[in-house]
């Protein structure tokens, strides 16, 4: 660390860097603008079309879509002043941004599934036979290691077969745009999910026939193979949707946003995080009444993994669903802008 620290402020002269004077954040420019045109929700839309005429305000490939982001050109009494009033510049900035959060909301059900790998898999794995020959015993917690070696494996898969096969048939580049290879990620993911739900009935299933349901410390005679496909599907699925959201949340947006841009990528895991703990304590105090074991009981012979992963598969299912439904028109919407 004091090496790679070293290197980096001796790199710190290379930088190139820009002083751009007295221009403001971008947060800052995009929240002026929303809370401009809170403000002047009343003002009617004659005063602004006026204004658009006389001082052409508004060129003619103005974005139709949020167009009530549009007030925040006039200041509340329906005048232009200096100064007081946003520019057309930072009006679209914000319906950029604005456009974008569809495609971020929907996101999420991929961030909840996401949140499980580390979580409950790895507490699975701890009830299981985690023997690979005599002698030598795997760590639950070292599973999570597949997700990585998988990605490693796809990666390569993805970019020299994958790609140029799907180039045939779309003429695009990439193979496929940013948007489908999230999809497809969502999808893989959605898979992952559905096998981890199946996997946990067949453990509860295993545990019941032994009767080993009361027995804390004993190892469920199964393997915890039965895990990997869930860890090599995760893979895949960050294969897809990670890097594609990287990249779409990155490149959708003006250069001066691309910060803003990584932002919304970085907070889909970190929103998704805090909603799959927010499930977790809600359905913890709903099945946990009245003393019953709940679906996340200390023994997890007798809690319901599997339901919560049920519940999760369908919660996909939506996500997907509604992203397909936000992408096409995501789509449209930017063709109708250009």
């Known amino acids: 660390?004091?090496?790679?620290?070293?290197?980096?402020?001796?790199?710190?002269?290379?930088?190139?860097?820009?002083?751009?004077?007295?221009?403001?954040?971008?947060?800052?420019?995009?929240?002026?603008?929303?809370?401009?045109?809170?403000?002047?929700?009343?003002?009617?839309?004659?005063?602004?079309?006026i204004e658009e005429e006389a001082h052409a305000t508004l060129p003619h490939n103005s974005s139709e879509q949020f167009k009530f982001l549009n007030k925040?050109?006039?200041?509340?009494?329906?005048?232009?002043?200096?100064?007081?009033?946003?520019?057309f510049s930072n009006i679209e900035e914000a319906k950029t941004v604005l456009r974008l959060v569809p495609i971020w909301v929907t996101s999420l059900g991929y961030a909840v599934v996401y949140a499980q790998i580390s979580t409950f898999l790895t507490k699975e794995g701890a009830t299981m036979d985690g023997t690979i020959f005599p002698g030598f015993e795997?760590?639950?917690?070292?599973?999570?290691?597949?997700?990585?070696?998988?990605?490693?494996?796809?990666?390569?898969?993805?970019?020299?077969?994958?790609?140029?096969?799907?180039?045939?048939?779309?003429?695009?580049?990439?193979?496929?745009?940013m948007l489908q290879r999230i999809g497809i990620g969502m999808l893989f993911s959605a898979i992952c999910i559905v096998v981890a739900a199946l996997v946990e009935m067949k453990r509860l299933k295993i545990a019941k026939e032994y009767e080993l349901v009361d027995m804390l410390n004993v190892t469920i005679p199964m393997s915890a193979w039965w895990l990997l496909p869930q860890y090599v599907l995760s893979g895949i699925a960050d294969v897809f949707t990670v890097v594609g959201l990287q990249e779409f949340f990155y490149d959708q947006v003006p250069i001066e946003l691309r910060s803003v841009g990584l932002a919304l990528y970085l907070s889909i895991f970190g929103v998704g995080n805090f909603l799959s703990s927010f499930l977790v304590s809600v359905i913890e105090e709903v099945t946990g009444r009245d003393?019953?074991?709940?679906?996340?009981?200390?023994?997890?012979?007798?809690?319901?993994?599997?339901?919560?992963?049920?519940?999760?598969?369908?919660?996909s299912a939506i996500a997907l669903a509604a992203y397909v439904y936000f992408a096409k028109s995501y789509i449209y919407n930017r063709k109708s802008t250009t």
């Not at 045109?37 to 005063?47: H, L």
């Open 1 to 49: 660390m004091v090496a790679a620290l070293g290197v980096f402020l001796l790199g710190t002269m290379t930088y190139r860097y820009s002083v751009k004077g007295d221009e403001k954040s971008p947060f800052l420019r995009i929240g002026r603008v929303f809370v401009a045109a809170v403000k002047n929700w009343r003002t009617t839309p004659s005063p602004i079309i």
């Open 72 to 87: 925040a050109l006039l200041s509340p009494d329906g005048s232009k002043e200096e100064g007081k009033v946003c520019s």
């Open 138 to 177: 795997i760590l639950a917690a070292s599973l999570q290691s597949f997700v990585n070696l998988s990605i490693i494996l796809v990666i390569p898969i993805y970019d020299r077969i994958f790609v140029p096969i799907a180039r045939a048939f779309t003429r695009n580049p990439s193979g496929i745009t």
């Open 291 to 315: 003393g019953k074991n709940s679906w996340f009981a200390d023994n997890l012979n007798r809690a319901h993994l599997d339901y919560f992963y049920w519940l999760l598969a369908g919660l």
